[in-house]
């Protein structure tokens, strides 16, 4: 049994900073590619951040604010948002998978956390 398990989220103000963490645990030995979504009420979930191939990619509203990184463990990552913004605001999935055909489509990935709330409001 595979579980994801997101941590980090919480009520921000515009301009400010926070971390969120993931961790992947379950099948002993495996190795799992990780990303990050999220999602608002009746839009889509949205590709935030990934690793393809050793190199970070991002979403174009995200590129430049927001830093996926490894964590110290096995399958575990982290992402430092800073410069929060408003439209930031949304539940925050972290994904995984052992092997997705394309790192920034929801439908690559096997296996999702069930999310974290970041709310950036004044």
């Known amino acids: 049994q595979v579980q994801v398990v997101e941590s980090g989220g919480g009520l921000v103000r515009p301009g400010d900073s926070l971390r969120l963490s993931c961790a992947v645990s379950?099948?002993?030995?495996?190795?799992?590619?990780m990303a990050w979504f999220r999602q608002t009420p009746g839009k889509e979930r949205e590709f935030v951040a990934a690793f393809n191939w050793g190199v970070d990619r991002y979403g174009p509203s995200v590129k430049g604010r927001f830093t996926i990184s490894r964590g110290d463990a096995i399958n575990t990552v982290h992402l430092q948002m800073n410069s929060l913004r408003p439209e930031d605001t949304a539940v925050y999935y972290c994904a995984a998978d052992e092997r997705p055909y394309e790192y920034y489509s929801r439908n690559s990935y096997d296996f999702w956390g069930q999310g974290t709330q970041v709310t950036v409001s004044s």
């Open positions: 379950g099948r002993t030995g495996s190795r799992y590619f």
